[in-house]
């Protein structure tokens, strides 16, 4: 059977960039301070999508018999050569969207070796997970994907440079270091896919992105994913896309809609006890547990072995990548019932059989919270939530509910008489938060992201 992919489409060329942007209070007229924002359309079935045969018969392997909302609107404008920022939580099919046009578009390796899209993510668990979502919705073509992230070995990676690569997904920090090696060349790059981008300019790879940016061609194509559109993701997308049309697949939407969400209070030298009934009376199939630092993970991480014994694991960035691999990999295997997870790790988890999230400590903002809940309920399957909520924390609990525009169910257990909440100063482990979560602690920083 022969098959080719259809051809590139042209990019536009130059076009004047959008004036430096005002931000008004409104959220609609502030996407549209961006570019021009599209809803997204119904559809049905991928037949409605300009796709080839190869594509579709993949997209059917992969088990999806509808797009959802980002990639109903996503893929057409991408196939077209258009520069797109899709406003899109984890969780709504965000890697296949952009994934899709650029396979389609891909020329073979015999008439390119040099990466022709690259797509940066801001952690290695996210390259993984992306890498593997692309090759498989790349069955039925030959396609070099290489991940370049770090703490996987550099050998491997400039070898397979060395041989060729279509595609390059990676973290900003790896990428950045095989350009200054002069091992990765982006000259042929003709889209570049920045995903989660508001992630990676929290944990403070802008300088990095930049220069990504800087060394790929000036007419390629720039798809900027992001969950919130703050400040800082307006001004990359002002400096170095062309005429972006926004896609808004957040308005009156919230990718944890069909999770339920609870919270307890509790008196915080009882939380270990609390939770061990709430998973008593749970059983969940399994269940990722969130806390606000590495050390504090893992504490707990000891303390519930004790009960679970091996299936219970615990990921955070300490851990060598190794362990961290083989870690989620039991977790898929369903070996582990229980993940003792920090946000930054955690973040990237995509597996569809969490059916519980607890949030043994609140998250430090908002955005956390709603990625955190992501990791349960993925593409609209059922999921349950649980927050603890200790004294002096009420305030944190109000802005994650004025976020999400819900409000969280107070529940209860035998022994755990409702602690009252005052608003108070919160009692923290600042001094050994990583640096993005205790950036996030200040009330400024907290107050200009809950700017909706
Ligand atoms: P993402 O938002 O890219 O992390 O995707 C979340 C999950 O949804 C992944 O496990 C995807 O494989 C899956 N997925 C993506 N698109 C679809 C679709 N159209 N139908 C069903 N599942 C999908």
């Not at 992969?62 to 893929?75: H, V």
Request: glycine share 6%; with cysteine; aromatic share 4%.
């Amino acid at each position: 059977m022969s098959y080719s992919r259809s051809p590139r489409n042209a990019r536009k060329s130059g076009g004047g960039r959008p004036s430096r942007f005002e931000e008004p209070e409104d959220t609609i007229a502030l996407l549209e301070s961006v570019g021009p924002v599209v809803l997204p359309p119904e559809m049905d079935s991928f037949d409605e999508l300009d796709l080839s045969p190869v594509m579709r018969r993949a997209i059917a392997k992969a088990g999806f018999t509808k797009p959802s909302p980002i990639q109903a609107s996503l893929i057409p404008y991408a196939l077209e050569g258009a520069d797109v920022i899709g406003q899109a939580r984890t969780g709504t099919g965000k890697t296949a969207a952009f994934s899709i046009p650029i396979l389609e578009q891909l020329d073979s390796l015999e008439e390119c070796r040099d990466p022709q899209a690259i797509i940066v993510v801001p952690t290695r668990e996210l390259a993984d997970q992306v890498a593997g979502e692309a090759a498989r919705l790349a069955r039925g073509v030959p396609t070099e994907i290489a991940i370049l992230s770090g703490g996987k070995n550099m050998n491997r990676q400039l070898r397979q440079l060395e041989n060729g690569v279509q595609l390059v997904v990676g973290t900003p920090g790896r990428i950045h270091d095989h350009l200054q090696r002069g091992t990765l060349r982006l000259h042929k790059t003709w889209c570049v896919v920045l995903d989660e981008a508001d992630r990676m300019l929290d944990i403070g790879f802008r300088p990095q992105i930049e220069r990504i940016m800087r060394k790929c061609p000036r007419n390629r194509q720039t798809l900027l994913l992001s969950a919130t559109l703050p400040p800082v993701v307006r001004r990359l997308a002002e400096s170095y896309m062309t005429e972006p049309t926004v896609i808004d697949c957040c308005r009156n939407e919230m990718a944890v809609d069909t999770i339920e969400q609870r919270y307890f209070t509790v008196a915080n030298d009882r939380k270990v006890e609390l939770l061990e009934q709430l998973l008593e009376r749970e059983n969940p199939e399994q269940a990722i547990i969130f806390c606000r630092t590495k050390r504090g993970t893992d504490r707990l991480h000891r303390q519930l072995s004790r009960t679970y014994h091996g299936a219970c694991g615990c990921i955070h960035g300490d851990l060598q990548q190794r362990e961290r691999d083989r870690v989620l990999q039991s977790l898929r295997d369903r070996k582990l019932k229980l993940l003792i997870a920090t946000d930054v790790v955690g973040r990237g988890i995509d597996i569809t059989t969490i059916s519980h999230i607890v949030n043994f400590d609140v998250p430090q903002d908002c955005d956390d919270y709603v990625h955190r809940v992501g990791r349960t309920g993925r593409m609209g399957r059922d999921g349950v939530a649980y927050t603890f909520v200790v004294p002096g924390e009420g305030e944190v609990l109000t802005s994650i509910e004025q976020r999400i525009n819900k409000e969280l169910v107070r529940d209860s257990l035998e022994g755990f008489d409702p602690v009252p909440a005052p608003v108070a100063a919160v009692k923290s482990e600042e001094e050994e938060a990583p640096a993005e979560a205790r950036r996030s602690l200040n009330p400024m920083t907290r107050k200009k992201k809950r700017r909706r």
